[in-house]
Antibody, heavy 120, light 107 residues
Framework: EVQLVESGGGLVQPGGSLRLSCAASGFTFSSYEMNWVRQAPGKGLEWVSYISSSGSTIYYADSVKGRFTISRDNAKNSLYLQMNSLRAEDTAVYYC?????????????WGQGTLVTVSS | DIQMTQSPSSLSASVGDRVTITCQASQDISNYLNWYQQKPGKAPKLLIYDASNLETGVPSRFSGSGSGTDFTFTISSLQPEDIATYYCQQYDNLPPTFGQGTKLEIK
């Protein structure tokens, strides 16, 4: 069974940093592309970032470019999102999501999400 | 960025009704369109990919159609467990973008 479990969310002050993790199991993590998607409270879905299976190709939404860094450790079956210079508008539930096999940006499996609150 | 416009934003229907949601892209996206279901407090779930392909394990009452800029998502016979918010998502161009969502309620 595919499982994605996010962690690392919490309350952080504006300008602060946070590192999210996503632990993957039930599939060959190193073979799949991964994404972060966020959802502000009561709002819709916003794609944040993508990383290829090897980590060699990375994309970001303009709203987070230069502040967030996606990475992965295939030996640890883990995906990460380093978030710096956080703003109030970054407050959201952050989901990690796995692409379907050979179908990039078809978000087949999602974790349960971790809440990030940016507030003083 | 490609804008995805869903309608309606909310919808109230009775059990057994046929429900239709539309999604319009601001430019041609071929068939690079997915539909997701999100129940309250839960993560989204992929229902339809490539505009019309049913994800494995998804009930056959769900279907999708369309290409280019205009897409339709249909529930042939609404069930109580279908209460959720539904999102379309294009992946023809980066960044992938979602519609604003359609909240479906039981009448």
């Amino acid at each position: 069974e595919v499982q994605l479990v996010e962690s690392g969310g919490g309350l952080v002050q504006p300008g602060g940093s946070l590192r999210l993790s996503c632990a993957a199991s039930g599939f060959t993590f190193s073979s799949y592309e991964m994404n972060w998607v966020r959802q502000a409270p009561g709002k819709g879905l916003e794609w944040v970032s993508y990383i290829s299976s090897s980590g060699s190709t990375i994309y970001y939404a303009d709203s987070v470019k230069g502040r967030f860094t996606i990475s992965r450790d295939n030996a640890k079956n883990s995906l990460y999102l380093q978030m710096n210079s956080l703003r109030a508008e970054d407050t959201a539930v952050y989901y990690c999501a796995r692409d379907a096999w050979e179908q990039w940006l078809v978000l087949e499996y999602w974790g349960q999400g971790t809440l990030v609150t940016v507030s003083s | 960025d490609i804008q995805m416009t869903q309608s309606p934003s909310s919808l109230s229907a009775s059990v057994g009704d046929r429900v239709t949601i539309t999604c319009q892209a601001s430019q041609d996206i071929s068939n690079y369109l997915n539909w997701y279901q999100q129940k309250p407090g839960k993560a989204p779930k992929l229902l339809i990919y490539d505009a019309s392909n049913l994800e494995t394990g998804v009930p056959s009452r769900f279907s999708g159609s369309g290409s280019g800029t205009d897409f339709t998502f249909t529930i042939s016979s609404l069930q109580p467990e279908d209460i959720a918010t539904y999102y379309c998502q294009q992946y023809d161009n980066l960044p992938p973008t979602f519609g604003q969502g359609t909240k479906l309620e039981i009448k």
